[in-house]
């Protein structure tokens, strides 16, 4: 696997804050808004994205899931500094992962899945 295809250090600790964000939400009566996604959605970003970075992490990291089960969490810190920025991070993925061009939802909105 290419170097380009890991993701950067602070990718991989979005994503684990994404993955624990989403897990404890589906486990709490009272599910409050949490850093990624707040950051996501205050970005007018689709969580249905995070797929691609999910799937990245999968790919290059066999602990991945591991990770949920941490006790402490990563400082939080958004790794892009804007929609524009965070889409063309999943452009980039998604040429390293084609397969994933075929889920609609894994692609920025109004763009071709193939």
């Not at 970003?45 to 402490?72: C, G, H, K």
């Not at 991070?89 to 920025?108: D, N, Q, T, W, Y």
Request: proline content about 6%; aromatic content about 12%.
């Amino acid at each position: 696997m290419s170097e380009k295809s890991r993701l950067t250090k602070s990718e991989s600790d979005f994503v684990h804050h994404f993955f624990y964000e989403v897990i404890a939400g589906m486990h709490s009566k009272d599910p409050k808004p949490t850093n990624a996604i707040s950051w996501l959605v205050d970005h007018g970003i689709s969580t249905t994205l995070m797929q691609v970075f999910q799937y990245a992490e999968q790919e290059s990291n066999p602990e991945w899931f591991y990770r949920v089960d941490e006790e402490s969490m990563p400082s939080f810190q958004a790794p892009w500094s804007s929609k524009a920025e965070f889409e063309s991070r999943v452009r980039e993925l998604l040429e390293i992962f084609p397969k994933m061009k075929s889920i609609g939802s894994a692609c920025p909105r109004g763009e071709s899945l193939t």
